[in-house]
């Protein structure tokens, strides 16, 4: 079994600050992690993803994600928030063999405030 | 550019009632899924399909089914609607080999039951 716990339901930070979403998951296997964006009044979109290779990902938006497997971690960074990146955020993780079902985090709401 | 559409964004049912949630993907995905999203809950997995006519059960099934008459369509069934089924709903598609690549999600259909 698998699971992910994104460790805070929300988080205000001022435009132009760095923030970070916090992302842990538990699985017996070895993983690929994943984090979605939903901006208000849409569907998930994929910010970034881990499947192998370097620890550290990029998404063409300014976030960063480094996999931690030792802290079982997958924090979400942007040094610098713009308004536009308020969003809910939901971080995931599924096996990396064969046919593997994605679990989901609760997500985390991100406001920027101007 | 992957689409993935839903036939309503939202829809207000009489609890008995039975619900038809649709979902087309234009992309021959191979994958595709049903999600509710519930504030505080993240996202459940109710059913996927990885084949025409087959269907796997997700973490949260009573009370619902599914159909897979064509590749390209999902339909979301809820038998007997019912309060606790008011909820968002996200359908989900992706590419075969593996549930772990990205999914593409529609933009949803809030569903109340009264």
């Known amino acids: 079994a698998q699971s992910v716990t994104q460790l805070d339901s929300q988080v205000h930070v001022f435009e132009e600050a760095p923030v970070e979403l916090r992302c842990n998951y538990s699985s017996s296997v070895s993983v690929y992690l994943f984090w979605y964006v939903q901006y208000p009044n849409q569907g998930l979109q994929l910010l970034l993803k881990y499947l192998s290779g370097s620890t550290l990902v990029e998404s063409i938006n300014g976030f960063e994600a480094e996999f931690n497997k030792s802290q079982t971690s997958f924090h979400l960074r942007k040094p610098s928030v713009h308004i536009s990146d308020t969003a809910e955020y939901f971080c995931a993780v599924s096996g990396s063999g064969g046919y593997q079902k994605v679990t989901f985090g609760t997500g985390t709401k991100l406001q920027v405030i101007p | 550019d992957v689409k993935v559409t839903q036939s309503s964004r939202y829809l207000v049912k009489r609890t008995g009632e039975k619900v038809f949630l649709e979902c087309v993907q234009d992309?021959?995905?191979?994958?595709m899924f049903w999600y509710r999203q519930d504030p505080g809950l993240g996202l459940r997995l109710i059913y996927f399909s990885y084949d025409v006519k087959m269907k796997e059960k997700g973490d949260i099934p009573e009370g619902y089914s599914v159909s897979r008459e064509k590749k390209e369509r999902f339909s979301l069934i809820l038998e007997s609607a019912s309060t606790n089924q008011t909820s968002m709903y996200l359908c989900?598609?992706?590419?075969?080999?593996?549930?772990?690549?990205?999914?593409?999600f529609g933009p949803g259909t809030r569903l109340t039951v009264t």
């Open positions: 992309m021959d995905h191979e994958n």
């Open positions: 989900a598609s992706s590419l075969a080999t593996s549930f772990s690549y990205e999914q593409y």
